[in-house]
């Protein structure tokens, strides 16, 4: 008698498994995307950003010279932002002013700090008032253009940017942004 009820309860368990089986065979949208990159251990997400600010965020990070594992992704489909890019650094924490250089490109881009596979802080960038030394003017006469002088922006607008040369007052949009 005994042996007969465990059978039935082994049963019993076996089929409650079942649709457990049935999810992993049909995985959900957001882990087939998350199967494109791998998660990191240590280092940072840049989450949520812009598809066209993608490849000037890796150009700020100067990832290009990064010796960790660098993951650049673009064109991801997003619910909030139709498309997105987003990069993960390993073994790289950002310094403030990385995050706030990110901000002029990125302005709602989310930076993740990643400890043992967890995600330990999430930060946003601010968008500085004046942006010294990152941006290069556009206009090829600019004295910042041809003698030793920073570049110096004043923010007029944020999203989207809009910027204004301290020095030969050229209004710049975020297209002709090039990073320093
Ligand atoms: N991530 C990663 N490696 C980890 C943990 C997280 O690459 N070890 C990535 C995730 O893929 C995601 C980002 O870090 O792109 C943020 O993770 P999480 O906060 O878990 O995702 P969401 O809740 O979707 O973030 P949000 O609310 O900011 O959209
Ligand atoms: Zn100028």
Known sequence: MPKTKKSRKSRRSREKI???KVNLSAPK????????ISAIEEGTVIDHIPTDATFKVAEILDLENHQGVVSIATNLTSKSMGKKGIIKVGGKSLTQSEVNKIAIVAPDATVNIIKNYDVKD????????????????SNPVCITNNEQVIT???VMK??????KCHYCERSMGKEDIEII
């Open 18 to 20: 079942k649709p457990k």
């Open 29 to 36: 949208e957001e882990v087939k995307r998350e199967l494109k």
């Open 122 to 137: 999430k930060i946003k960038g601010i968008t500085p008032e004046v942006i010294d030394n990152v941006v290069k003017c």
């Open 152 to 154: 110096k922006f004043y």
């Open 158 to 163: 944020k999203d989207p940017l809009k910027i």
